[in-house]
């Protein structure tokens, strides 16, 4: 091999090579539970992950309606701008005697139990309930097309104790008191736990601390970037009360991660047709010249 032919073999290595590394550089109690009672009041209540009100620091993304839910139809009301609130079937709505999502402010529940302030502003969504029965509070919401990473601050109450994860929202038949977070498929019925469900993104099973403070959640969601996706907070009980406390829901810039593995598959390859090149290359300069004579 000539000097114009090596020069030119290593122009084609140096062209590949940043093809594709620019390419990666982007890129059991019954009902009685339910019997209220100063029982039920908390002495003391463990620390919020959040250090208080207003102290989101990173810049929301602006897709999530409301995520801090002070757009509401007022304290004790099941009204948020931007969500949904649903029951599970059988559920009763609201009180006397059911239970829902509610507005909830300051450093009581909606029926009266001590719990922590909404670590964003001035209100928080909060499950509560007199009866066994399910509720769920989501919103539909597309995510941007350069993906986004998913948080929320979630407060756990369980006064039964025990979280028990039967599988369903059903709340009717066997022992089942949990909290589930999922993204959803919003064609879906909404209390789905199956083929609807693309992502769980957080659930109660036994061993999760009880009662938490505000603990703040994040999951990268880009799997579904361009796509529109329900997020769904789903609670469940019959064994006593639970409470599911929400706030501060937003999404932010997506971190810039590794390679995807199509990404992957394509270096490799250029990078073993270099190597071949190199050796190639290698082998022909060290080749003994034919004598001319
Ligand atoms: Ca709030």
Avoid at 99 to 117: E, R
Avoid at 127 to 139: A, K, L, R
């Amino acid at each position: 091999m000539n000097g114009k032919t090596t020069q030119c073999a290593t122009v084609v290595l140096c062209v590949l090579f940043s093809i594709t590394f620019g390419a990666m550089a982007e890129g059991s109690s019954g009902p009685t539970g339910y019997d209220r009672g100063s029982a039920f009041e908390r002495a003391s209540l463990p620390p919020s992950s959040s250090s208080g009100p207003n102290t989101r620091i990173a810049p929301a993304l602006g897709v999530i309606v409301n995520g801090s839910f002070e757009a509401n139809g007022g304290a004790g009301t099941n009204v948020f701008t931007g969500w949904t609130v649903a029951q599970v079937l059988g559920s009763v709505s609201g009180t006397p005697g059911g239970g829902d999502v509610f507005v909830q402010t300051g450093t009581l529940s909606p029926f009266g139990i001590t719990v922590p302030a909404p670590p964003l502003g001035s209100f928080a969504a909060m499950s509560e309930q007199f009866s066994p029965g399910g509720h769920i509070i989501y919103q539909d919401f597309a995510v941007p097309a350069g993906g986004a990473i998913l948080s929320f601050d979630l407060y756990i109450d369980n006064t039964a104790g025990t979280f028990i994860n039967l599988g369903t929202l059903d709340f009717e038949g066997a022992f089942n008191q949990h909290v589930r977070v999922d993204i959803m498929n919003p064609a879906a019925a909404v209390d789905d736990v199956g083929a609807g469900v693309l992502q769980n993104i957080l659930i109660t099973n036994p061993g999760f601390p009880n009662p938490s403070g505000y603990t703040t959640n994040s999951v990268d969601i880009s799997a579904f970037a361009g796509q529109t996706v329900r997020l769904r907070f789903a609670e469940t009980d019959n064994q006593g009360y639970f409470l599911m406390g929400v706030d501060d829901v937003h999404l932010s810039a997506a971190a810039p991660g590794l390679p995807s593995a199509k990404l992957w598959s394509l270096s490799v390859m250029v990078t073993a047709i270099a190597l071949a090149g190199l050796f190639f290359v290698a082998r022909v300069r060290r080749a003994p010249r034919k004598s001319a004579s």
